[in-house]
């Protein structure tokens, strides 16, 4: 078994472990991760995964162009590194790490950041991997998101959240309000899923598709491909089924959260 690179050159012939199923839906879902992906490329991102059929890999690009409210210079930031199923506990985590690494000191960027919350999430590596190798604490946003820094230089500046980010808060102050991108290939069918709930309940909402770094960096969530906010303050970067939503969004109403 070996790591291996997805480019514009095999990802038409590859899969890209998200969704891997050969169904429709799951046939859809791979085709829009794979356009945001080609679209990427050329902004300098890197896909690396396993030669297997699984969940397996790690996707990081150059901070400047990150698609999360993160501010900084000179840096790799991995949006994504997921080992799952049977290929978990035998060390890939840290040889896809290790392969970012590799190729951030290969062009001589001075650090690596990534963020992940001060408790365990759903969808967000547990912070404990990553300063077990090295990573420190350089930045928070509300209410528990934590940005991670490996400092290759230790002159440089420490990447940062944008003031925005940092407050947990959205513009729309009515409602609630989506901010999604089809860096996850589930985003864009959860979050139609999720606004068809608050329909039912005439409960005001807003859906924003993140369509550039650019707006990522002054409008998303610092997870990056979800947030979900009432009110203009953060709530959620959970993705849920319908039901746990609607438990959600009643607790939330009733201020019982």
Known sequence: MKIFTIDKTNIDSEHICCAIGNDKINQ?????????????????????RLDQRGKIFIEYLPIEKVWKPIVGKNYFFINCLWVSGQFKGQGWSKQLLDECIYDAKSAKKDGIAVVSSNKVKPFLTDKNFYLKHGFNLVDTASPYFELLALKLNENSENPQFTDLAKKGECTNKTGFTFYFSNQCPFMEEYVYLLSEVLTTRNIAFKINKI??????????SPFGTLGIYYKGKFVTHELMPEKKFTKFIDDLINNTL
């Open 28 to 48: 859809n879902r791979a085709r829009t991760k794979k356009e945001w992906l080609k679209d990427r490329f050329d902004e300098g991102l890197i896909f690396k």
């Open 211 to 220: 369509a550039n770094y650019t707006e990522a960096q002054s409008q998303g």
